[in-house]
């Protein structure tokens, strides 16, 4: 299946979920938020969350500084 993640196409399996795809542009899921078509979705429905065909995936992770 084919999702846009941070502007870019991307080909997941079918039924990946957001946990799925945040883990497949990440090193590691600290600090990190995702936004599923314009709508934040919250860590804890991550998992729950499937992603469809043609879905746009906003991952953003924060940065300190000044």
């Not at 590691?28 to 469809?52: F, I």
Request: aromatic content about 2%.
């Amino acid at each position: 299946m084919n999702v846009i993640v941070n502007g870019e196409p991307r080909e997941l399996p079918e039924g990946s979920s957001v946990t799925e795809a945040v883990a497949a542009v990440t090193a590691s899921g600290a600090g990190v938020a995702a936004a599923l078509n314009d709508e934040v979705v919250r860590r804890s429905a991550w998992d729950a969350t499937t992603l469809r065909e043609a879905d746009r995936l906003e991952v953003l992770t924060a940065v300190q500084g000044g």
